[in-house]
């Protein structure tokens, strides 16, 4: 792996364990923090080297996630009242701006 990559990598996940409980970013909404990736580059990353943060404070945009993570990740979800919407996360009340939290 070379550099560029492993230092994305490290980024991403850096970011996604910033996240608060309860909260979450889209794969669209880190990679624009990050300024690199876009939406498909920090899913590459999550499905690679995610499992060690919590991954799914990370959605698409529309809430949701891939269906083989989606009842461990509500039950997560549920755990932290993470702001739901039939069952997704609701964005418009979820969505944690990573840029307007730094001190």
Do not use: C
């Not at 409980?21 to 880190?30: E, L, N, P």
């Amino acid at each position: 792996m070379d550099d560029l990559r492993a230092e994305f990598i490290e980024a991403v996940l850096q970011v996604v364990e910033s996240i608060p409980a309860g909260r979450v970013m889209t794969y669209g909404s880190i990679a624009k923090v990050l300024g690199r990736g876009g939406p498909r580059g920090v899913g590459g990353v999550m499905s690679t080297d995610g499992h060690g943060v919590p991954w799914w404070r990370v959605v698409r945009a529309n809430g949701t996630l891939p269906g083989h993570l989606f009842v461990e990740a509500q039950q997560h979800w549920y755990a932290e009242g993470t702001p739901l919407k039939r069952g997704t996360v609701d964005i418009n009340q979820a969505l944690w701006n990573a840029e307007d939290s730094a001190d």
